[in-house]
């Protein structure tokens, strides 16, 4: 179980020129923005970098690599997720606001794990059909108070970074 610890901070930059400076940095990175919700709702923007841990398909493979690695077959994508999920849970003081975990995309094509249902044929693509990476440090912007959070999980003291 990771513990989640949270720092306060100001900048002039803007979520976005924060994240242009993080991807030269990581080809690994994601920007969820929230920039343009409507006023009542909670208004976050979270910006990851390095994953410690990634999982992806490519055809018939679920590959994980990072902290831990194996190569499964596609179809056990749920159970090595779910399995994955349960033992990088961070235990959080209830934030507001996500602090850490997998994110990522499913591809249309994973509709054949839930569904029978067949595709064409298609040309062969670099991109995967599922990606997640497990991030353990997240920049999260705060639209409201115009703040940023700094969340870390750590295990004994250490992020999964310094861990591997």
Known sequence: MQR??????????????VFQSIERESSQCFFLDSAGCAKNDPAFSYLGIRPFLEVSIHGKNLKVSGREKGIYPAEHFIEVMRRLLNKWKAHSKN???????????LGYETARFFEDIH????????????????????????????SYHFAVQAENGKSAQESS
Not at 7 to 17: D, T
């Open 4 to 17: 989640v610890f949270v720092a306060h901070f100001k900048s002039f930059l803007s979520p976005w020129q």
């Open 95 to 105: 934030y507001p606001f996500f602090t850490g975990g997998a994110v990522g995309f």
């Open 119 to 146: 595709f064409r044929k298609k040309l062969s693509s670099e991109s995967p059909d599922l990606y997640f990476g497990f991030y353990d440090e997240v920049i999260i912007f705060d639209h409201r108070k115009n």
